[in-house]
């Protein structure tokens, strides 16, 4: 797989696990860029919905994507501190300019105190059986959500406490 370079920009493409496009971000910068690991940072940035709804990020916001965890990470910054939003996930491919993942409905908001409420497991549920979520992508998604649990409690990857201030400092580099 290819990397993007850093300074380049790139979409960020949501798919549910069916193959429909669930969501777009238009523009990402990338600020570091492996076939293992991807960081990218964004502002204001357009999103697409697959409803057709189109709206603005509010806040700065670095990105954590790694090929290997069945999550990704968003670091927003906020007037209060640092919010992380974690999506659980496929893994990221980097193909035809765009990062790609599916989005496997779990979700995990950590506030700046570094504690966290699981979200939508009552779409995680719906969505396994309409669109046949095989037990073995339960096994690894219940696997990784216990990772990402233990970055949390651990303030491990991003995190860490520079890790989102740092990374945005870089961004703000190229602006």
């Known amino acids: 797989m290819v990397a993007p370079e850093p300074g380049s920009r790139i979409e960020i493409q949501s798919y549910?696990?069916?193959?429909?496009?669930?969501r777009i971000w238009e523009s990402s910068l990338?600020?570091?860029?492996?076939e293992s690991e991807i960081i990218g940072a964004n502002d204001r940035t357009k999103v697409k919905e697959s409803d057709g709804r189109v709206w603005l990020t509010r806040e700065p916001a670095i990105c954590y994507?790694?090929?290997?965890?069945?999550?990704?990470?968003i670091g927003m910054i906020r007037n209060n501190g640092?919010?992380?939003?974690c999506n659980l996930s496929s893994p990221?491919?980097?193909?035809?300019?765009?990062?790609?993942?599916?989005?496997?409905?779990l979700d995990v908001k950590v506030f700046p105190d570094m504690t966290y409420h699981l979200l939508d497991e009552d779409e995680y549920s719906l969505h396994s059986k309409i669109m046949h979520y095989p037990i073995e992508i339960d096994r690894i998604l219940q696997k990784n959500l216990?990772?990402?649990?233990?970055w949390i409690h651990q303030q491990k990857g991003p995190f860490?406490?520079?890790?989102?201030?740092?990374?945005?400092e870089r961004y703000l580099t190229y602006r």
Do not use: C, Q, R
């Not at 790694?66 to 990470?73: C, L, P, R, T, V």
């Not at 216990?146 to 233990?150: A, D, N, P, T």
């Open 160 to 168: 860490a406490p520079d890790f989102i201030d740092n990374w945005y």
């Open 92 to 105: 990221f491919i980097y193909e035809d300019g765009a990062l790609k993942y599916i989005d496997y409905d």
């Open 30 to 34: 990338v600020l570091k860029g492996t």
């Open 82 to 85: 640092i919010h992380y939003y």
């Open 65 to 73: 994507f790694h090929s290997e965890h069945w999550f990704n990470i």
């Open 16 to 22: 549910k696990h069916d193959g429909t496009l669930h």
């Open 146 to 150: 216990k990772l990402l649990k233990h």
